[in-house]
């Protein structure tokens, strides 16, 4: 696992797979109160990375748009 800074930066697709795996280990039942409570202190972090990633790119999907010719126009403010 990466260090909490690195989640910031942090591609959504590795976000989420890390945040799976994550997830895959606290269903497993396994590791100590300690380690689980770690972990799951990450997996909200990553959560929250990937819901920002994701609103990013839904205000991005809603900046553009087609007319009815489905040319694409892309609004003046870019993200």
Same mark, same amino acid.
């Given at each position: 696992m990466t260090s909490?800074?690195?989640i910031e930066s942090m591609?959504?697709?590795a976000a989420l797979k890390e945040l799976e795996d994550i997830v895959r280990i606290l269903e497993d039942g396994k *590791?100590?109160?300690k380690e689980s409570v770690t972990l799951y202190e990450r997996g909200i972090m990553l959560k929250k990375r990937c819901d920002n990633i994701l609103e990013s790119v839904q205000?991005?999907?809603?900046?553009i *748009?087609?007319?009815k010719n489905e040319d694409i126009r892309i609004s003046e403010t870019e993200l």
């Open positions: 909490n800074k690195d591609e959504f697709e *590791s100590s109160l205000l991005r999907i809603n900046q *748009s087609c007319d």
